[in-house]
């Protein structure tokens, strides 16, 4: 048995998230589909997270098992030749029989995109959660270092979800500015449901005036819990690695 990896970029807009469910299309189906006819027997494939509905994409990984003799790179031209345009396979290869997309990561980053502006952009506003008013980007880094380092992240999981040990490692949270487009950018060993979104608010909350960047720390350690789940759509899964 081969293990074939797939890195997957998406819009997510027209989809209800990554994985399979009996109501809605989803990207991991879509997919499917297309392996079990190429392959002409039932395909499992695997996916490193998650996205929820309306969540994009730029380095989503997935991976199956197949005996056919196809090239592995062979497995990019082919899927995308009957994909939807929102779906693209960015690269096809074969990796060792051990991979995992989601039990060999390391670390998985995310991206979000907020414009701050009275109106949004025709041209980009599927990709960007628009808030008007002006953000105090300042408050919105200082609250970002409250994030870094291994904390319980309890306060930042949605309901709903069945985890148990909420203990997250955040490597890296900042905050760039280009314009009125602000990008939030946040590395960690593994994140809870919609957990970015949830700090995303928070950060908005903060930017706005609302609490103090300090707040931040508080829904850390005060297991306060955070209620203002920003947009899937400004959320971009960006990248994982393995290494």
């Known amino acids: 048995m081969r293990n074939i990896v797939l890195i997957v970029e998406y819009d997510g807009t ?30 499992q ?22 005996e056919s003799r196809i090239p592995a790179d062979k497995y990019r031209a082919a899927l995308n ?10 690269k096809s290869f074969e990796a060792d029989a051990d991979f995992h997309p989601r039990f060999s990561a390391k670390k998985k980053t995310y991206k ?9 952009s025709a041209l980009t506003c599927r990709y960007e959660h628009t808030v008007s008013g002006k953000l105090d980007t300042d408050k919105m880094s200082l609250a970002c270092k409250y994030l870094i380092g291994e904390h319980d992240f309890a306060s930042f999981m949605a309901s ?20 009125s487009l602000i990008t939030f950018t946040v590395t960690g060993n593994g994140f ?8 995303v608010g928070a950060l908005i909350e903060i930017a706005r005036g609302k609490f103090p960047p300090e707040h931040m720390l508080d ?4 297991r306060q819990k955070a209620t203002l789940a920003a947009p899937a759509k400004g959320l971009f899964m960006h990248s994982i690695e393995y290494r």
């Open 14 to 43: 027209d989809y209800c998230g990554w994985q399979i469910q009996p109501n809605g299309v989803t990207v991991q189906q879509c997919i499917t589909d297309i392996l079990c006819a190429i392959e002409g027997k039932p395909v």
């Open 219 to 222: 829904l850390i350690e005060k």
């Open 192 to 199: 809870l449901y919609k957990m970015v979104r949830l700090i």
């Open 45 to 66: 494939l695997n996916g490193a997270g998650r996205t929820d509905a309306g969540v994009h994409s730029r380095g989503q990984v997935a991976n199956f098992f197949t």
């Open 160 to 179: 709903g979800s069945t985890v148990s040990d909420t203990v997250r490692t955040i490597y890296e949270a900042d905050i760039a500015v280009d314009g």
């Open 81 to 90: 030749s009957q994909l939807p345009e929102s779906i693209r396979i960015i």
């Open 112 to 120: 979000y995109y907020i414009r701050n502006s009275d109106f949004s």
